[in-house]
């Protein structure tokens, strides 16, 4: 199927996934972009101070829960941030639209938080794209 398919569904109604050609693009509930940052140390965030302005990291809210291959991490400020695979995770300022990735490959450090579905004729469950 080469058409783009777009799956979205809610994960502990704070997160999305977009499937298309069996890579999903994570997002917020609002399907904005997620991004991860090569800086970044398992789960340790460095991106602070203006980085954090212009990738605002995504922050846990009382509400979410917990899925497989999500987790969180405990910024400097004491605020949570959601990571997944031990990746933290941002959003862009630059994106300013549902499904926008205008992020991906900034200074060749930011990149579209992806995973891989699983097929037929695959045996990895999940990874990200673009390491």
């Known amino acids: 199927m080469n058409k783009l398919l777009i799956l979205a569904f809610t994960l502990a109604a704070s997160f999305n996934v977009a499937a298309s050609q069996n890579v999903t693009v994570l997002t917020n509930l609002d399907g ?23 990738w605002p990291p995504y922050l846990v809210t009382s509400s979410d829960a917990a899925r497989p291959g999500w987790g969180v991490t405990m910024r400097e400020d004491g605020s949570t941030q ?3 695979q031990g990746k933290p995770l941002y959003l862009w300022v630059g994106d300013q639209h549902t499904g926008d990735r205008t992020g991906d490959g900034i200074g060749g450090v930011w990149h579209t938080a992806t995973k891989k579905a699983k097929t037929e004729h695959s045996q990895s469950g999940s990874s990200y794209s673009g390491y």
Do not use: G, Q
Not at 37 to 50: M, V
């Open 82 to 84: 959601h990571t997944f």
């Open 32 to 54: 904005m972009t997620l991004y991860t940052f090569d800086k970044d140390s398992p789960n340790n965030s460095h991106c602070y101070d203006s980085c954090a302005t212009s």
